[in-house]
């Protein structure tokens, strides 16, 4: 079993639209997957309660408990996917304890990478003392035909953690999806928000496996 947790400490990052697809993904691929939302307001039971046939299980986990009461609910579970709630550090911590890779969404804004710095920390640290979890950084909501991107993703490579090259682009296709309680890659499975998803799962599959190639990092230093 493996357990991806998409956390960040800022809320409209695109988090929980990666989880649910991310989720939806290796449903799809025929693993038995479970979502877990740990965000109080509850955005990914709400985007499953959207689709009267949704078959992606979603348990509502919003405690700083959630080490301990995960465990029950993922028997016989191929992928757990962790919907990280914002602003929540004691739930966010629990979610680092239990994962075996965090990926962190971050917008092309200096105030998403500057948001990422406790985070990150709290990863490096656990890293450092038992080699786990392993984490990434994603672009989220990159703004086409801007150069903001590509700056964001330098300064995030001063960080002591990864990008990852599998991003998704600011498209009305996500929205309009989640709305349904569906995901882009059932709505528009050959589209290119689909390849941005599948493109993330790939590179997700690869860090797993410690295959992922990547830029090496410009700085060791501490998180700044």
């Known amino acids: 079993m493996t357990v991806i947790a998409v956390l960040s400490q800022k809320g409209g990052c695109g988090k929980t639209t990666i989880a649910t697809t991310l989720a939806k993904g290796y449903q799809l691929q025929g693993k038995e ?21 949704q ?39 629990a979610a680092v304890k239990v994962a075996d890779v ?14 990422t710095a406790d985070l990150v920390s709290l990863l490096v ?16 909501r990159v703004i086409k035909r801007t150069r903001i ?9 001063e960080l002591r953690l990864p990008v990852l090259e599998g991003h998704t682009v600011q498209r009305v296709t996500y929205a309009n999806a989640a709305a349904k309680g569906l ?5 528009e499975p050959d589209g290119e928000a689909a390849a941005e998803i599948q493109a993330i799962m790939r590179d997700v599959d690869a860090l797993l496996k410690g295959e992922l190639k990547l830029k090496p990092v410009k700085e060791e230093g501490a998180v700044k």
């Open 33 to 53: 997957v479970l979502l877990v939302d740990t965000d109080p307001q509850g955005s990914a039971r709400d985007w499953a309660a959207a689709n009267e046939q």
């Open 102 to 115: 965090v990926l962190i969404p971050v917008q092309p804004s200096p105030y998403d990478v500057w948001a």
């Open 149 to 157: 991107g590509s700056e964001v993703r330098e300064a995030l490579d």
């Open 183 to 187: 995901t882009v890659l059932e709505v």
């Open 125 to 140: 640290q656990r890293q450092e003392l038992l080699g786990t979890p392993k984490a990434a950084f994603i672009l989220s």
């Open 55 to 93: 078959t992606l299980p979603v348990a509502g986990l919003d405690r700083p408990t959630l080490e301990r009461d995960i465990k029950p609910v993922m028997k016989d579970v191929d992928v757990v996917i962790i919907d990280g709630a914002p602003r929540h550090e004691a739930i966010m911590a």
